[in-house]
């Protein structure tokens, strides 16, 4: 089993920044892909990002995020900066996704964790 716990989320206005945390425990392999996936209200839950030996993002960020790991410490990170309110969605951290562009997720699912982008 592998257990996924996020954090970090929460509510920030337009443009400002925000990191969220992902611990990974449990029977995992070391550098498995890992990564990010959101689901906004009334929408499907999308790819955001991943991250193996190299990092890989959904096209439609813009350059506005960046996904990381310390696998000494078992976490991956996902640094959102300059934050839209359409990224306002529940943010799950994913174990291990593959496929093409490391979009198709994992079986391991964290509980998710909340953002929110408002004034």
């Known amino acids: 089993q592998v257990q996924l716990v996020e954090s970090g989320g929460g509510l920030v206005q337009p443009g400002e920044s925000l990191t969220l945390s992902c611990k990974v425990s449990?029977?995992?392999?070391?550098?498995?892909?890992m990564g990010w996936f959101r689901q906004a209200p009334g929408r499907e839950r999308e790819f955001v990002a991943a991250i193996a030996s190299v990092p890989y993002y959904s096209d439609s960020l813009e350059g506005r995020f960046t996904i990381s790991r310390d696998d000494n410490k078992n976490m991956i990170y996902l640094q959102m900066n300059n934050l839209k309110p359409e990224d306002t969605a529940v943010y799950y951290c994913n174990y291990p996704p593959g496929g093409t562009g490391m979009q198709r997720p994992g079986d391991y699912w964290g509980q998710g964790t909340q953002v929110t982008v408002s004034s």
């Open positions: 449990g029977r995992t392999y070391p550098f498995m892909s």
